[in-house]
């Protein structure tokens, strides 16, 4: 009896968790209510098979750690389509009775968390609850077998009237050939039966080889070892098997392994072995710009470093990290893994036609995948870019933790360590882009050709029409400047933006553009074509005439200059032409000159932007009037040249200011 001196009786010690003798319904209850709150955290459709994978790779491996003699390590997965059933079969350690009689316990482990994927204690129960039919069976020596059944697990745990028996385990006749042959090891199957369950149907993603199956797991489950940085993966034989429509095939690898962009696509190159060969012909006084071919060309470039490279400078990666994010990194034991491909047609080509899984899946793609434990965690997410986001299409960025622990279902980290890895990723990204347009290969997509055969006839059509046709209005006086605009307020609506650009072409402030038609053909505005005509000082840049061009591009030359008829785009802000450039309904490759009254901040998106209102790079303007330059942000290339007339009128007011104001809005930033 222990007596508390704060209070005036007394009490007997006791443990607050034991069970009573009087509440076991209530404890069962609880632990009905445990299981469903552990089987919440299981929302995928590979959990099933990740859970079954990291177990069997466990236990495979506590066996080699005895260093048996002889002992040669292996999984099978045998993913059978025709009885919608997986079974996964391992030749490590094995169980004894009483294990087996406890491993579907939730919150009950074996397994330590220091050398094993998992230690907390509910994959086995997901296992054994989140669907509705178990069998395993287990034996720690030839001589013994240990078999267990369960039935309608799920069912028990969504009914909520009771009318569903709490499921036993029971003794089962188990007939695995496979684990009938080894001599210890473990043997689980899942049949997918009844409701509540996911997968429902293993023909969800059209995988019918034992070849799409080991693609598939080596992305979603511990089967896709990421070991980087010199690390090896443990040589454990994996055996797939595929029963479709009675026809087995099978697959066979030596080591757990992710499924690399760079080992699957096709003539890639190490970025790192790319800067120490810049660095090699540097010490050489060779030519930098002359790449060698075997860097040329390239369908993808990677590489991978680890954290205390990163920090200590020796990767090309400079990511802008405070005092708590570099000692997280360096406590993270991080590890980072970078493939940049030259367009997302590499993922629709794996994908479609060598893979040829369900049609819109994509195995592999863009974006940043966490991974702890020598495994992948979840799914891929978005790479957080602010700039250039095209990049976070092509870019496959991996952040292994060795420290960091994922939650229940294994899909999330901690706040701290996700914001950690989304850092890196997009400082590793912006790093790689710097190599896109000297190394990677250049994509050749067009519009569709019927598209681009009407557009042609269209302008072809205007071109005759301009022909028969003729518009020419001159007379001396005629044009004299009144030294002010008709036009009296600031554009309110895209309208608005036509009529002041035209009065600002008539009054001379943009000059050199010949308006052929407006037109809603394919819902662009019109053509129009650039048409210099001698003498040419009135489009030489100048102190008075600050939009023209350099004196130089008129050299060697006394006649007419004129440059083929293209297509004229009008919007209000710059923000619209973008959603259309998004949804496909127009296309950056059709257009030559858009016209707006303000930029927006949606062209970051997909483009980088020139400024020649920025005095620094006047030199730089092609024709008249012309205020920002167009690039894709992927492939550097040209796109298409901009007159944004609220900064031309900023410009035309207060020349410096709006320079000055220029060259911060455009100015391009590296770091994240």
Same mark, same amino acid.
């Given at each position: 009896?222990?007596?508390?001196?704060?209070?005036?009786?007394?009490?007997?010690?006791?443990?607050?968790?034991?069970?009573?003798?009087?509440d076991?319904?209530?404890?069962?209850?609880?632990?009905k209510?445990?299981?469903?709150?552990?089987?919440? %955290?299981?929302?995928?459709?590979?959990?099933?098979?990740?859970?079954?994978?990291?177990?069997?790779?466990?236990? &495979?491996?506590k066996?080699?750690?005895?260093?048996?003699?002889?002992?040669?390590?292996?999984?099978?997965?045998?993913?059978?389509?025709?009885?919608?059933?997986?079974?996964?079969?391992?030749?490590?350690c094995?169980?004894?009775?009483?294990?087996?009689?406890?491993?579907?316990?939730?919150?009950?482990?074996?397994?330590?968390?220091?050398?094993t994927?998992?230690?907390?204690?509910?994959?086995?129960?997901?296992?054994?609850?989140?669907?509705?039919?178990?069998?395993?069976?287990?034996?720690v020596?030839?001589?013994?077998?240990?078999?267990? !059944?369960?039935?309608?697990g799920?069912?028990?745990?969504?009914?909520?009237?009771?009318?569903?028996?709490?499921? *036993? =385990?029971?003794?089962?006749?188990?007939?695995?050939?496979?684990?009938l042959g080894?001599?210890?090891? $473990?043997?689980?199957?899942?049949?997918?039966?009844?409701? #509540?369950?996911?997968?429902?149907n293993?023909a969800?993603?059209?995988?019918?080889?034992?070849q799409q199956?080991? =693609?598939?797991?080596?992305?979603?489950?511990a089967?896709?070892?990421?070991?980087?940085?010199?690390?090896?993966?443990?040589?454990?034989?994996?055996?797939?098997?595929?029963?479709?429509?009675?026809?087995?095939?099978?697959?066979?690898?030596?080591?757990?392994?992710?499924?690399?962009?760079?080992?699957?696509?096709?003539?890639?190159?190490?970025?790192r !072995?790319?800067?120490?060969?810049?660095?090699?012909?540097?010490?050489?006084?060779?030519?930098?710009?002359?790449v060698?071919p075997?860097? $040329?060309?390239?369908?993808?470039?990677?590489?991978?470093?680890t954290?205390?490279?990163?920090?200590?400078?020796?990767?090309?990666?400079?990511?802008?990290l405070?005092? $708590? !994010?570099?000692?997280?990194?360096?406590?993270?034991?991080?590890?980072?893994?970078?493939?940049?491909?030259?367009?997302?047609?590499?993922?629709?080509?794996?994908?479609?036609?060598?893979?040829?899984?369900?049609?819109? #899946?994509?195995?592999?793609?863009g974006?940043?995948?966490? +991974?702890?434990?020598?495994?992948?965690?979840?799914?891929?997410?978005?790479?957080?870019?602010?700039?250039?986001?095209?990049?976070?299409?092509?870019?496959?960025?991996? &952040?292994?933790?060795?420290?960091?622990?994922?939650?229940?279902?294994?899909?999330?980290?901690?706040?701290?360590?996700?914001?950690?890895?989304?850092?890196?990723?997009? %400082?590793?990204?912006?790093?790689?882009?710097? #190599? #896109?347009?000297?190394?990677?290969?250049? *994509?050749?997509?067009?519009? =569709?050709?019927l598209?681009?055969?009407?557009?042609?006839?269209?302008?072809?059509?205007?071109?005759?029409h301009e022909?028969?046709?003729?518009?020419?209005?001159?007379?001396?006086?005629?044009?004299?400047?009144?030294?002010?605009?008709?036009?009296?307020?600031?554009?309110?609506?895209?309208?608005?933006v036509? =009529?002041?650009?035209?009065?600002?072409? %008539?009054?001379?402030?943009?000059?050199?553009?010949?308006?052929?038609?407006?037109?809603?053909?394919?819902?662009?505005?019109?053509?129009?074509r650039v048409?210099?005509?001698?003498?040419?000082?009135?489009?030489?840049?100048?102190e008075?005439?600050?939009?023209?061009?350099? *004196?130089?591009?008129f050299?060697?030359?006394?006649?007419?200059?004129?440059?083929?008829?293209?297509?004229?785009?009008y919007k209000?802000?710059?923000?619209?032409?973008? !959603?259309e450039?998004?949804?496909?309904e127009?296309?950056?490759?059709?257009?030559?000159?858009?016209?707006v009254?303000?930029?927006?901040?949606?062209?970051?998106?997909?483009?980088?932007v020139?400024?020649y209102?920025?005095?620094?790079?006047?030199?730089?303007?092609?024709?008249?009037?012309?205020?920002? +330059?167009?690039?894709?942000?992927?492939?550097?290339?040209?796109?298409?040249?901009?007159?944004?007339?609220?900064?031309?009128?900023?410009?035309?007011?207060?020349?410096? $200011?709006?320079?000055?104001?220029?060259?911060?809005?455009?100015?391009?930033?590296?770091?994240?």
């Amino acid at each position: 009896m222990t007596t508390n001196p704060n209070s005036t009786g007394q009490f007997d010690e006791w443990d607050p968790l034991a069970q009573g003798t009087d509440d076991v319904g209530l404890v069962a209850v609880a632990q009905k209510r445990e299981i469903q709150n552990i089987l919440k %955290s299981y929302t995928g459709y590979f959990d099933l098979f990740a859970e079954l994978i990291q177990n069997a790779l466990d236990a &495979v491996e506590k066996r080699m750690a005895d260093s048996e003699t002889g002992y040669q390590p292996a999984v099978w997965i045998n993913i059978n389509l025709d009885a919608n059933s997986v079974t996964v079969t391992d030749n490590g350690c094995g169980m004894s009775s009483a294990q087996l009689r406890s491993f579907l316990r939730p919150n009950f482990s074996f397994k330590n968390g220091l050398t094993t994927r998992g230690s907390k204690g509910v994959g086995a129960t997901y296992l054994g609850y989140g669907f509705n039919h178990l069998k395993v069976a287990t034996r720690v020596d030839p001589s013994s077998l240990f078999t267990a !059944e369960i039935r309608n697990g799920r069912q028990w745990i969504e009914s909520s009237t009771g009318t569903v028996e709490k499921p *036993k =385990a029971t003794p089962v006749n188990y007939q695995d050939a496979t684990f009938l042959g080894v001599d210890r090891g $473990t043997s689980v199957t899942i049949t997918l039966t009844g409701d #509540y369950i996911r997968p429902k149907n293993l023909a969800y993603f059209n995988a019918t080889t034992a070849q799409q199956w080991m =693609a598939l797991l080596r992305v979603h489950t511990a089967l896709g070892g990421i070991y980087l940085c010199g690390q090896s993966p443990p040589p454990i034989k994996i055996q797939v098997e595929a029963t479709h429509k009675s026809v087995v095939d099978h697959a066979v690898m030596d080591a757990p392994r992710y499924l690399y962009p760079h080992e699957v696509v096709g003539k890639t190159a190490d970025l790192r !072995e790319f800067l120490a060969d810049q660095t090699k012909r540097a010490e050489k006084q060779q030519d930098l710009s002359k790449v060698p071919p075997k860097f $040329t060309n390239l369908n993808g470039l990677w590489g991978e470093w680890t954290g205390e490279e990163i920090l200590n400078e020796k990767a090309p990666i400079k990511p802008r990290l405070d005092a $708590t !994010e570099t000692d997280l990194l360096r406590a993270m034991g991080l590890r980072l893994y970078v493939f940049m491909g030259f367009s997302t047609d590499l993922w629709d080509h794996y994908n479609d036609n060598i893979l040829r899984l369900r049609k819109g #899946y994509r195995i592999l793609h863009g974006g940043l995948q966490q +991974s702890t434990k020598n495994m992948p965690q979840g799914s891929p997410v978005t790479i957080p870019l602010t700039e250039s986001i095209g990049f976070q299409n092509i870019a496959h960025v991996i &952040v292994h933790f060795d420290q960091a622990e994922p939650d229940l279902g294994r899909k999330g980290f901690q706040p701290e360590h996700t914001g950690l890895a989304e850092r890196l990723s997009a %400082s590793a990204v912006n790093a790689f882009k710097k #190599y #896109y347009g000297r190394l990677l290969r250049k *994509k050749t997509g067009a519009p =569709a050709l019927l598209k681009e055969m009407q557009l042609d006839q269209w302008i072809d059509e205007q071109r005759q029409h301009e022909h028969d046709n003729p518009l020419v209005i001159t007379g001396k006086g005629l044009f004299a400047p009144a030294e002010q605009l008709p036009i009296r307020s600031l554009p309110r609506v895209e309208q608005d933006v036509v =009529a002041l650009f035209n009065q600002m072409l %008539s009054a001379g402030i943009i000059r050199g553009l010949q308006l052929l038609a407006s037109s809603q053909f394919q819902q662009y505005d019109g053509l129009y074509r650039v048409s210099i005509e001698p003498p040419f000082d009135k489009y030489v840049l100048s102190e008075e005439n600050p939009l023209g061009v350099p *004196k130089e591009n008129f050299a060697g030359t006394d006649e007419a200059i004129k440059s083929p008829v293209k297509v004229l785009e009008y919007k209000y802000s710059f923000d619209a032409l973008i !959603e259309e450039f998004t949804t496909g309904e127009k296309n950056p490759g059709d257009i030559g000159l858009v016209v707006v009254w303000e930029m927006g901040n949606s062209w970051k998106q997909m483009f980088d932007v020139l400024s020649y209102l920025d005095e620094e790079n006047q030199h730089h303007r092609s024709f008249h009037g012309i205020t920002h +330059s167009v690039q894709h942000s992927v492939s550097g290339s040209h796109a298409f040249v901009l007159i944004v007339l609220q900064d031309l009128v900023a410009y035309l007011l207060d020349r410096s $200011t709006e320079s000055a104001r220029q060259r911060d809005a455009y100015s391009v930033d590296c770091e994240t």
